[in-house]
């Protein structure tokens, strides 16, 4: 990425625009078509293992592929057919060698499949990465922002905008005391306690230029991981207290869940809307799917034991589905050179 790119993508704020996407009809619609996708993939999780839905959602690319010609007049490149072909073939050896498992869980076995040890430090692994990689956005950008300050490349502005923690910062500020400062900083972000501690960052380091964009890619990922984990939980608890009649929403925990599945879901829409933004979609959303997917598949197997009746043969052949499924992604993320 040019420098000019990178300077653009960690110290200017985004123009703003004139007219709102919902005063365009075609963007309504995608957005109602993908609402719907998306409550469909909620309901497909209790009808099979998270270990399979998850590589699956590389039909996905698939029919972007196919629908992209007709709606803007685009052509199917050899790159696009051979990556359908590989896709659909992974899709069907991760079909033929996934797992079946018990898809009725209420509520009392979710609790001992979410106190397992293996459970607990999968997700413990999940949320320590989300802490590390907010830390390092957090940090590189920062450093990026002393170094435009001591290098005055921002010109005579009266205020800095940093868009990752959106924090305005003037160049001269009204005397404050040390409690005063601390109180705004921790109000603003609790790692602003950490500032004078952050080093000038050159925004053509390799941090700004391929860790950036991979650390944007990585936690919507993650995020994307806690959001189907925790979906398909949900899921199994509505079906129950529907269908079987048995109230499944009497307990807090319940309600745990509920909210931990809409906080992390809107939580990757933002990551990934955060990325985008910033950087290209070649990179974002190959790196978005498979960080996502391979989360997702270990998820499903270390949960709800989805692995518990694989042999060795069955490992191997569905890992070998798995890596063609990303080989057709990654053909197909050429396309995106087009955009």
């Known amino acids: ?40 993939n909620f309901i497909a999780l209790q009808f099979a293992p998270q270990s399979l839905v998850a590589p699956l959602g590389a039909v996905s690319l698939v029919t972007n592929v196919i629908i992209a010609p007709l709606l803007n007049d685009e052509k199917i490149s050899l790159f696009d057919v051979g990556g359908i072909v590989l896709i659909i073939a992974g899709c ?28 607990v430090i999968y997700l413990c692994l999940i949320f320590a990465l989300i802490l590390a990689i907010y830390i390092f956005l957090w940090t590189v ?27 305005t910062i003037p160049n001269q500020s009204p005397p404050a005391t040390w409690l005063q400062k601390t109180t705004r900083s921790l109000l603003q972000n609790p ?14 380091s390799r941090h700004v230029q391929y860790g950036l964009p991979l650390a944007y890619a990585s936690m919507g990922s993650l995020m ?3 959001t189907t984990l925790f979906a398909k939980s949900l899921v199994n608890l509505l079906s129950v207290s529907i269908f ?19 906080f992390t879901a809107a939580s990757q829409v933002y990551w990934i809307n955060q990325g985008l933004q910033r950087y290209d979609a070649l990179l974002q959303v190959p790196v978005f799917y498979v960080v996502w997917t391979v989360f997702d598949i270990i998820g499903g197997g270390v949960y709800f034991n989805e692995f518990k009746m694989f ?21 197909l993320s050429n396309r995106l050179k087009r955009l």
Not at 4 to 24: D, M, N, R
Not at 93 to 109: A, H
Not at 244 to 262: E, K, M, Y
């Open 1 to 40: 990425m040019p420098p000019q790119q990178i300077l653009q993508a960690v110290s200017t704020p985004a123009p703003p625009q004139s007219k709102t996407p919902f005063s365009s009809p075609v963007w309504i619609v995608g957005l109602v078509i993908f609402i719907l996708g998306n409550v469909v």
């Open 92 to 119: 069907v050896v991760v079909v033929v060698f996934s797992g079946i498992v018990q898809q009725d869980y209420r509520l009392c076995v979710l609790i001992q499949l979410l106190k397992a040890k293996p459970t």
């Open 141 to 167: 950008e920062r450093g990026v922002t002393h170094y435009l300050l001591e290098h005055q490349q921002l010109g005579d502005s009266d205020t800095l905008t940093v868009v990752h923690t959106h924090e």
């Open 191 to 204: 790692l602003l306690l950490f500032d004078r501690h952050v080093r000038p960052i050159s925004p053509t």
């Open 224 to 226: 994307a991981t806690l």
């Open 244 to 262: 079987d009649h048995d109230n499944q929403f009497t307990s807090f925990i319940t309600w745990g869940i509920l909210l931990v599945t809409a």
């Open 311 to 331: 042999t060795t043969v069955k490992y191997v052949l569905f890992a070998v589905g798995v890596a063609i499924i990303f080989s057709g992604v990654g053909l």
